[in-house]
């Protein structure tokens, strides 16, 4: 009770200096807010087209049906697979008609069927990285009888590397902010101390622990930390509606995002608050 | 209770500001430590309530030893040792009362013990009418009162004085020396730094540790009989 009172009674002291340390977390974090919203929303619209992509393996001329057979059951217990579809030459040439229909002549005059026959996989959830599609590609050119594998993963991997851009700068700007936050909150912390290195100096000579005298302050830290969650979250969610009304319809945050964010925030005043407090009860106690 | 084994604690690569001092303050015995400004007396103190630590030699004080001592075991040191200080050094926005039960509420004592204990306090120093007055409306003497019973809040074994009563006239001296030869007589050891020679003079039976320049030049237990007048007129 007397730690929260006298933590309140810290950020009434240097009002100025508590609102600076409270907007620079807050800063730091809407900058991560707006990348992680970014990085979510392309998360989802990854997600609904990689359920539609396949590979495909084509087969060599000549390969048999059973050996095809044999083939899937195999492919089909590669983990990353969740169901593999034998495409005959004959239906190979069937589908092709029937979607290419400008063409339809052309595919019914052949006297030889020119397509190969083969096999189309679809991919589990949580399999379809590039790395996943990588991998298996690669085990499928290891069959002898396969000609050649196609995926249509070149532009998912463009997306996927904007996202790492999107996190990279996530990460490099909202980082630079969080060191300037740690920096304000550590100054506020420690003007907190100095206005009451009497009592402390007090509470060192009658024998309060280092945990007892140091409470206030990372509470003080602690609440900085999550008003500046707060309002990292609160520019977000405007910058979301903007968004959402005048340009393009995206998804908000999910909730764990949000937490999670709070609790960051709420853990970097605290770290802070606890490295100024350290070092200056250490100072006092020397003097 | 103290004892200071070839005690030695530099600042800087100069002089010392104690060297090589032995000594050994019992349970229950009350010692002034005496000697010029500079001579090393707040140093040893400080020692004794391990705020510094020995560059050479060993502290003890009840089971602590400065060469073992832990960090975290301080606090429980600090209980055991009050320590009171010339300038008094109680928070001014604070009453009488609420200096001392800030002691015991920083060290954890349970919110229903703190008043009745504070009271008690109070009545042991004189001051129990003077229990919500703050420190500007209380005399030197009446503040020096509430520091020491700030100190005896923890039920300390031993209670450091740094020149408690360097502040205060010659009447409040009288009052407050007398608090601590009571305390002294409830079974605390006392010692007390003083360059009050007069002071040193008038109470022969007290045993005197003196010293020079950091070192301990005098010590009337450890040299037989007291000769408070010889020492007490190089003071």
Request: proline share 3%; with cysteine; net charge neutral.
């Amino acid at each position: 009770m007397r730690s929260v009172r006298e933590a309140a009674q810290g950020i009434r002291r240097a009002p100025l200096l508590s609102g600076l340390s409270i907007t620079a977390i807050g800063l730091s974090l809407f900058i991560v807010g707006l990348f992680a919203l970014t990085a979510h929303n392309i998360d989802e619209a990854l997600a609904g087209v990689e359920s539609r992509v396949e590979v495909v393996a084509f087969l060599r001329e000549g390969t048999g049906e059973e050996l095809a057979g044999i083939a899937r059951a195999e492919i089909e217990g590669f983990p990353e697979v969740a169901e593999v579809r034998y495409v005959s030459k004959v239906e190979a040439l069937y589908e092709a008609s029937r979607e290419l229909t400008e063409f339809s002549d052309v595919f019914s005059d052949l006297e030889v069927n020119p397509l190969p026959a083969s096999l189309e996989l679809a991919f589990r959830d949580g399999y379809r990285t590039p790395e996943d599609v990588e991998r298996v590609a690669e085990r499928l050119r290891g069959y002898d009888f396969v000609e050649e594998v196609r995926y249509g993963r070149e532009w998912v991997d463009r997306v996927f590397a904007l996202r790492r851009v999107a996190a990279g700068g996530a990460l490099v700007l909202g980082g630079a902010f969080a060191l300037g936050a740690i920096l304000l909150i550590g100054i506020a912390v420690r003007m907190a101390i100095l206005a009451r290195s009497r009592e402390i100096a007090i509470m060192q000579t009658v024998g309060a622990t280092d945990a007892y005298i140091r409470r206030p302050f990372l509470i003080e830290g602690l609440v900085t930390g999550i008003a500046g969650g707060l309002l990292a979250l609160g520019l977000t969610r405007l910058a979301y509606e903007i968004v959402t009304r005048s340009l393009l319809a995206m998804s908000w945050l999910p909730d764990i995002w949000i937490v999670g964010g709070i609790l960051f925030a709420a853990l970097l005043g605290m770290a802070a608050a606890s490295r100024a407090v350290r070092r200056e009860i250490r100072r006092i106690q020397a003097g | 209770m103290i004892l200071f084994r070839e005690v030695t604690r530099a600042f800087d690569r100069s002089t010392p500001a104690v060297r090589d001092v032995s000594f050994h303050v019992r349970k229950g015995e009350f010692a002034f430590l005496s000697g010029p400004s500079g001579a090393g007396k707040t140093t040893i103190l400080k020692l004794a309530h391990m705020q510094l630590m020995p560059t050479r030699g060993e502290v003890r004080v009840s089971r602590y030893s400065s060469a073992r001592i832990r960090r975290r075991e301080l606090p429980e040191l600090r209980r055991r040792v009050g320590f009171v200080f010339q300038d008094f050094r109680l928070l001014e926005g604070l009453t009488a009362a609420e200096n001392i039960a800030f002691a015991l509420e920083c060290t954890g004592t349970p919110r229903a013990k703190i008043e009745p204990r504070v009271g008690r306090l109070l009545g042991q120093v004189g001051l129990a009418a003077r229990a919500r007055s703050f420190p500007r409306e209380l005399s030197g003497g009446e503040q020096q009162r509430v520091a020491i019973a700030r100190a005896l809040a923890t039920e300390p074994l031993v209670l450091l004085a740094d020149e408690p009563t360097g502040n205060l006239d010659e009447r409040a001296t009288a009052g407050v020396f007398e608090l601590f030869r009571r305390i002294n007589a409830s079974g605390t050891s006392v010692m007390m730094a003083t360059h009050d020679a007069e002071l040193i003079r008038r109470h022969p039976d007290i045993r005197v540790i003196e010293l020079e320049e950091g070192a301990l030049v005098f010590d009337s237990r450890e040299d037989g009989a007291a000769e408070p007048g010889a020492h007490g007129d190089r003071l």
